[in-house]
């Protein structure tokens, strides 16, 4: 009888190992809480210019994406964003993504923010992001220039 | 005297029959065949000149009024009664643009992204290698686009483009009876545009 | 190439700027870009989508881009693998064009107008032995040819009466 016992705890015991795999994840209550990793990230994709028309600055992250090769996928004015793809040439099945969002500050200037992506995995290596923000100063510097 | 029948004359219209079977494997499908062939598919990048000339005739009217708005709006009530999708509508620029879904084939596999294909997002096209799905979306879409150009102070020219099965539309009829009725709400009538274009 | 190369202005990036930019002697962007959507219809384009406040203008066409080239390898593959083997053909586009009109000066007497044209191809169905090849493989590929560019800018000078200057 002991046995049946011992048995039959195992069986339950197994039962509830197998269900684990049925249930769903759920969300770790962090999933919208950046981390501090996250929020590092965040210091080396913004970066703030001296144009105080969002417009204006706007039009200076298109042309940069733009001399970059990308093309312009969405642009909403009212809310300054910009969403730009530009395929990994020569390897045409790669895709590099970027979002842009411009907003301004109240000292008057514009914090420009983006986020790149690719294929998928967000790329966070701040070289990336430094290299679109000379691309970009040099954009703005030479419509402020003429 | 009559030919002597070999033993073999039997097998050649037999052995002909499996030859074309195996020839019609290389051949198109239907499908294929219905989609328009070149030598350089670049060519539809650009639009040959004679083409240009003869869409242009058939798809643009003069209208004797400078009131965009009310040619705007006649247009988008002709498109909403034909159930069109209109995507774009900008009264400054003059631009009226919608699109349209005629299922022509029926897919042999039960497809769900048939409708929810985003054809404008280009981060969708690297995800995967072979894009699954919406194949016939593109054949069975028309897309329409309808410009409002000021020709002088007193007139307008209305040019109506419409897409049909992977082929910009050259027929005339459908673009006369799309004027007929914008013509009726304007209480206007549309003439063809005279001179170079 | 590297995720940071793709920020980096390369060599050919200013001979691409050169090909696909012209500056128009107006401040007037509106007309430049109600001009634009007028041309791109001339060529067969469909408005896509508008951003008036940034001077975007996106115009698609869906065509067929069925090749007599890759129908008569497949007849051959077909012919000679006796049927096994069914390659697919390239077989719908979708050319796509990007236009940016900005101004180029604070006094808004000049403007640039930037176009792209870019397509996707997707091929048909195949098979190989018994396995059926779906439909759909795509790729896409920029378009560096001169003339398409030449064309455009050709056909925008004159809908707007203006020159269209070279950078």
């Known amino acids: 009888m002991r046995d049946g016992i011992t048995i039959g705890k195992m069986l339950v015991l197994a039962g509830l190992l197998l269900m684990q795999g049925c249930a769903a994840p759920q969300p770790s209550p962090d999933l919208l809480a950046p981390t501090e990793a996250q929020t590092k990230l965040r210091s080396f994709q913004s970066r703030t210019f001296d144009v105080a028309d969002r417009k204006v600055a706007m039009r200076g992250v298109i042309a940069a994406l733009q001399d970059l090769g990308f093309i312009i996928e969405r642009a909403n004015e009212p809310l300054g964003l910009v969403t730009a793809a530009r395929f990994a040439e020569p390897d045409n099945r790669s895709v590099v993504g970027v979002t842009v969002t411009v907003r301004p500050q109240a000292d008057g200037r514009t914090m420009v923010r983006a986020n790149a992506i690719f294929n998928n995995t967000p790329i966070d290596d701040p070289k990336v992001y430094q290299n679109f923000f000379a691309t970009l100063a040099r954009s703005l510097f030479i419509n402020k220039e003429e | 005297m009559p030919v002597p029948r070999t033993p073999y004359s039997g097998f050649l219209p037999t052995g002909f029959m499996l030859a ?178 | 190439m590297q995720p940071t190369e793709f920020f980096e202005l390369t060599a050919e990036s200013p001979a691409n700027k050169a090909m696909q930019s012209r500056l128009f002697e107006t401040g007037n962007e509106k007309e430049l870009l109600s001009a634009s959507a007028a041309v791109l219809q001339d060529l067969g384009f469909q408005v896509d989508d508008i951003v008036r406040e940034v001077g975007m203008v996106r115009a698609v066409k869906e065509r067929s881009a069925r090749e007599h080239g890759q129908d008569i390898s497949h007849f051959f593959v077909a012919l000679f693998t006796l049927g096994y083997v069914g390659i697919p053909v390239d077989l719908q586009q979708k050319i796509t064009a990007v236009l940016v009109a900005r101004p180029t000066d604070y006094a808004g007497m000049r403007s640039e107008v930037r176009v792209t044209f870019y397509r996707v191809v997707w091929k048909g169905e195949g098979h190989f032995e018994r396995n059926q090849i779906p439909p759909g493989e795509q790729r896409m590929e920029m378009i560096y040819d001169p003339v398409i560019y030449q064309q455009f800018f050709a056909k925008l000078s004159k809908a707007v009466f203006l020159e269209a200057h070279t950078l």
């Open chain 2, 20 to 197: 074309v079977c195996f020839l019609l494997q290389g051949c198109p499908s239907p499908y294929e065949m219905r989609h328009e062939n070149q030598w350089d598919s670049r060519e539809q990048i650009g639009m040959a000149e004679a083409s240009q000339v003869k869409l242009r005739a058939a798809q643009s009217r003069v209208f004797d009024t400078s009131d965009s708005r009310r040619i705007l709006v006649a247009v988008v009530s002709t498109m909403q009664d034909l159930n069109f999708k209109v995507q774009v509508l900008d009264e400054e620029l003059g631009v009226v643009s919608g699109k349209l879904l005629m299922s022509f084939e029926r897919p042999y596999y039960p497809d769900l992204y048939y409708n929810l294909y985003d054809d404008q997002s280009l981060l969708l096209f690297s995800k995967n290698y072979r894009m699954w799905g919406p194949f016939w979306h593109r054949s069975d879409l028309v897309r329409l686009t309808v410009t409002v150009r000021k020709r002088n102070e007193k007139q307008s020219v209305v040019r109506a483009s419409l897409q049909f099965y992977l082929q910009a539309v050259e027929n005339p009829e459908p673009y006369q009876r799309f004027f007929q009725t914008i013509e009726k709400s304007l209480f206007l009538e549309g003439h063809p545009v005279q001179g170079p274009g």
